[in-house]
């Protein structure tokens, strides 16, 4: 396969792994099209992101619309439209609305780490199988992704 095969476009609302069920998360490069490099998501989320460590990968989001307070470690930082987060591996952070929704992208590098949780939960809901919070936590955690109690746990200055 060429570099030029590699090459595709999605319509408006495409997405590669389908439609996430709740987060309205889609795909619009994974791991496999990057040849591993990184992950492109776009989404629009309606719920706050947990604290949480990736251990296999770096993730950055942008802010479309809407408002977040991210937690970095021990830090928060509030973000708008066009505000900007790098979130190192190893290092826990959450996210918590300060609007219903908020809209953005994220970049996760390598690729094939986060772009993978979303296509095995949407295997999973595919094939019927009903997810509570455990099992699709069981699902990241394959994928190095684990829930942290302390923001600040494991962060070295």
Known sequence: MTDVDRGYVLPPGGTLLGQSVNEHMRVLVGGEQSLGAYALLAYTLDHDAVPHVHEREDESVFVLEGEITLHL?????????????????????????????????????????????????????????????????????????????????????
């Open 73 to 157: 470690g021990p830090d928060e930082h509030d973000l708008g439209p066009g505000g900007f987060a790098f979130m190192p591996r190893g290092v826990p952070h959450a996210i918590t609305r300060r609007t219903p929704t908020w809209r953005g992208f994220s970049v996760s590098a390598p690729g094939g780490v986060f772009d993978n949780i979303i296509r095995d939960r949407n295997e999973a809901r595919a094939a019927g199988e009903q997810l509570d919070e455990e099992a699709v936590w069981r699902i990241r955690e394959r994928y190095g992704m684990r829930r942290v109690k302390n923001l600040a746990e494991g962060i070295q200055r």
